[in-house]
């Protein structure tokens, strides 16, 4: 897997899901958002990470007995063990929120491991505890079944799709209260540097409209003023 460097990470930590959105839209990639999925509390941090990933296909009745948790290879099980530290565990679970992909129990394995998030594009069961677990977790609903109701745990850390998003092992994972969305990996560094510049200038543009200012030659900075202005803004703020 590919490794994060710290200044990369603690970068994107600061940064937006929607200014990522835009930088990965100027690059032509328009569906790397996951969708239908939310944060379980408002309160949590924003979620940066790795992709590990486990993938569900649909159940089999004579496969998914809830004998099967007594095999410390079953993959839902063996994913929360080898997830790493630093990185967001991503479930496939072909949008189906009818069952649970996980439970508090698991997701709090998972925060005692040091991983930084946990994503289903189906849902969570126990979700009022792990929302005060403090975790980054995002899902689509709870739902109470259990995931061998109708999900069958069959791979770790392959390409997976996960709301309607392609997720590779080692792309880089961002999630704040606007939803999640992919950074392919190769992409991240430089993701991140644009994405850490735009963000101050939007908050320079933020600070502008607050007081006043027309949107019109300011964003997009089409007025020479403002390239001008918003140096001074950095100089004086230290950003």
Same mark, same amino acid.
């Given at each position: 897997?590919?490794?994060?460097?710290?200044?990369?990470?603690?970068?994107?930590?600061?940064?937006?899901?929607?200014?990522?959105?835009?930088?990965?839209?100027?690059?032509?990639?328009?569906?790397?958002?996951?969708?239908?999925?939310?944060?379980?509390?408002?309160?949590?941090?924003?979620?940066?990470?790795?992709?590990?990933?486990?993938?569900?296909?649909?159940?089999?009745?004579?496969?998914?007995?809830?004998?099967?948790?007594?095999?410390?290879?079953?993959?839902?099980?063996?994913?929360?063990?080898?997830?790493?530290? %630093?990185? @967001?565990?991503?479930?496939?679970? $072909?949008?189906? =929120?009818?069952? &649970?992909?996980? !439970?508090?129990?698991?997701?709090?394995?998972?925060?005692?491991?040091?991983?930084? %998030?946990? @994503?289903?594009?189906?849902?969570? $069961?126990?979700? =009022?505890?792990? &929302?005060?677990? !403090?975790?980054?977790?995002?899902?689509?609903?709870?739902?109470?079944?259990?995931?061998?109701?109708?999900?069958?745990?069959?791979?770790?850390?392959?390409?997976?799709?996960?709301?309607?998003?392609?997720?590779?092992?080692?792309?880089?994972?961002?999630?704040?209260?606007?939803?999640?969305?992919?950074?392919?990996?190769?992409?991240?560094?430089?993701?991140?540097?644009?994405?850490?510049?735009?963000?101050?200038?939007?908050?320079?543009?933020?600070?502008?409209?607050?007081?006043?200012?027309?949107?019109?030659?300011?964003?997009?900075?089409?007025?020479?003023?403002?390239?001008?202005?918003?140096?001074?803004?950095?100089?004086?703020?230290?950003?």
């Amino acid at each position: 897997m590919t490794r994060l460097s710290t200044a990369t990470r603690n970068k994107l930590k600061t940064v937006s899901t929607a200014t990522v959105a835009t930088a990965l839209f100027k690059r032509g990639l328009r569906i790397q958002c996951i969708q239908n999925v939310h944060p379980l509390s408002p309160e949590q941090s924003t979620m940066v990470g790795e992709a590990f990933t486990l993938r569900y296909i649909p159940a089999r009745e004579d496969l998914n007995t809830i004998e099967v948790f007594r095999d410390r290879g079953h993959p839902q099980r063996k994913a929360v063990e080898d997830c790493p530290p %630093g990185a @967001v565990l991503v479930m496939d679970s $072909r949008k189906d =929120a009818r069952a &649970a992909s996980a !439970g508090a129990i698991l997701v709090s394995r998972l925060q005692q491991r040091g991983v930084a %998030g946990v @994503v289903t594009d189906g849902g969570f $069961r126990d979700a =009022a505890d792990i &929302a005060k677990l !403090g975790i980054p977790a995002f899902h689509q609903r709870p739902s109470a079944p259990t995931n061998l109701t109708l999900h069958h745990a069959i791979e770790i850390n392959g390409p997976i799709a996960c709301g309607d998003a392609p997720v590779f092992p080692g792309d880089v994972i961002l999630g704040d209260s606007d939803g999640v969305i992919v950074i392919p990996a190769h992409l991240a560094d430089e993701i991140a540097e644009e994405t850490f510049e735009m963000t101050a200038f939007e908050d320079f543009v933020a600070e502008q409209v607050a007081n006043g200012r027309s949107i019109l030659g300011l964003y997009p900075a089409t007025d020479p003023q403002t390239p001008q202005d918003f140096a001074a803004w950095r100089a004086k703020n230290g950003r």
